[in-house]
């Protein structure tokens, strides 16, 4: 069996202004960027990444990396290619359970913007850090178990670069490991501690309100906190109230899509080819391909 597997990368992806720009002209994501002002982000198409990074509206980076990437992935359908299944990767689990037909993108577009209110009326919880391995260093079970003793949560994006969401407590503990370690450990300036299980107060405050009309699933996804196949709208829902309070297992997505679904074709949806080289240090015999603008 020979299947296509399409991959939806996380918020880092719209950081260039570049990558954003070189696809904003093509005709199917300037149709899904036309959206995102009506919907709660006035103005957010027509303002800088430097500026919205400034003024920390990330939900407002969220909803355009989200039109982006719908955008992109209709151009793909339109010429001809049809995956078989939808993998994302943190925020681009959005986009995933969009363009699989589980979700509306304009209600996608309200969640966002509720989901970031409903995080500022809670105040401050923690931050979002990242950890990269010394060059030829690469993550063992050793380290992985001396995280989770300390009671934190990685989540692992490559054989050398993990992610943290933690409180300032956490912050300390994981400081402390790095430096003992010669690990080199980087704030990203996201004021949220995703995937960790401190974001499940914002998700349950929030999802008391959801409101949603369930779409007709077109195409399977699979879940990288889950780690299993979603078949079904139900189950694609479910994993969307999980995926900002869970750890990723990015690596582990990638091996079972080769080895338990049959993917043989990767395609990296973009904007920003970021995820193309977090794959690359996973496993370098992945065949990846990136969509052209």
Not at 23 to 40: K, Y
Request: aromatic residues 6%; proline residues 5%; positive net charge.
């Amino acid at each position: 069996m020979t299947g296509i597997a399409a991959l939806f990368p996380g918020l880092n992806s719209i950081f260039r202004e570049r990558d954003r720009q070189r696809h904003s002209t093509l005709p199917e994501v300037a149709g899904r960027l036309s959206e995102v002002s009506r919907i709660g982000f006035k103005g957010a198409a027509t303002k800088s990444t430097e500026r919205l990074l400034s003024e920390n509206d990330f939900a407002a980076l969220a909803a355009l990396t989200i039109a982006v990437q719908c955008g992109l992935y209709d151009r793909l359908c339109k010429g001809g290619v049809r995956p078989d299944i939808l993998a994302g990767c943190s925020l681009g689990d959005i986009a995933r359970s969009v363009c699989s037909g589980a979700f509306d993108y304009v209600e996608a577009l309200e969640f966002l913007a509720g989901l970031q209110e409903q995080a500022h009326l809670l105040g401050p919880m923690g931050m979002h850090v990242a950890v990269r391995m010394p060059p030829g260093v690469p993550l063992n079970h050793e380290l992985m178990s001396i995280f989770r003793a300390s009671n934190l949560e990685p989540s692992v994006l490559s054989a050398r670069h993990l992610t943290f969401g933690c409180d300032r407590a956490g912050f300390k503990r994981l400081e402390a490991i790095c430096g003992a370690r010669g690990l080199f450990l980087k704030d990203t300036e996201v004021p949220y501690p995703l995937h960790s299980s401190l974001m499940q107060p914002v998700i349950e405050r929030y999802w008391r309100h959801v409101r949603y009309q369930p779409g007709i699933l077109r195409t399977a996804a699979y879940s990288s906190v889950q780690l299993r196949r979603l078949d079904s709208v139900a189950d694609i829902v479910d994993d969307a109230r999980q995926v900002i309070a869970r750890p990723l297992h990015w690596p582990e997505t990638l091996r079972r899509l080769r080895e338990e679904e049959g993917i043989s074709r990767f395609i990296n949806i973009g904007p920003c080819k970021s995820l193309l080289l977090l794959m690359r240090e996973t496993d370098r015999r992945l065949v990846i391909e990136t969509m052209a603008a």
